[in-house]
């Protein structure tokens, strides 16, 4: 921080407290012993969702636990299985520290974890997020899970209770 004075690029800091979301620090300049303030504040990181029609929104948490709420709907998980979900993947889309992210990055992020957990849950997200044109296309998809090496740990496909 240079000093509003005369310039120079050195201070000491001879007070530092927090104040409303902030810090505020009273420094004094090592070039001409100038007093001034200054304020440090959280800047909280926006993340921009580019939809496929190329609109962009900013990243909207509630949106992504929603399309995962509908499909673990009814399905034997966790409470928590959504809320741990999401933030798994909202913490993986801040380590790709960029400012748009395209929203099938998201979509595929959702999708590698739901069929990790459950086929059914998967399923259903799939068949909003992929739009599958048609029940061939479908088809398809739940032929790919029942070829792939079964999971053990996968949910029976009806819950006994
Ligand atoms: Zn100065």
């Not at 902030?22 to 001034?36: D, E, K, V």
């Not at 673990?72 to 966790?78: D, S, T």
Request: hydrophobic fraction near 35%; charge should be positive.
């Amino acid at each position: 921080m240079d000093c509003p004075y005369c310039g120079y690029h050195d201070s000491r800091v001879t007070d530092s407290r927090e104040v409303n979301e902030g810090i505020r620090r009273r420094r004094q300049c090592l070039g001409c012993g100038a007093r001034f303030t200054t304020y440090e504040r959280i800047q909280p990181v926006s993340l921009f969702v580019i939809k496929k029609d190329r609109r962009r929104e900013v990243f909207d948490r509630e949106k992504l636990l929603n399309g995962m709420r509908k499909a673990c709907e009814k399905r034997p998980l966790p409470a928590d299985t959504v809320d741990r979900l999401a933030d798994e993947i909202e913490s993986e889309l801040y380590r790709l520290g960029r400012a748009e992210i395209p929203s099938a990055v998201i979509g595929d992020a959702v999708m590698r974890r739901l069929r990790g957990l459950d086929h059914i849950a998967y399923i259903r997200f799939a068949s909003v997020y992929r739009e599958f044109a048609d029940i061939t296309s479908l088809k398809h998809e739940v032929d790919t899970l029942v070829a792939a090496r079964p999971v053990a740990s996968q949910l029976p496909l009806i819950p006994d209770q």
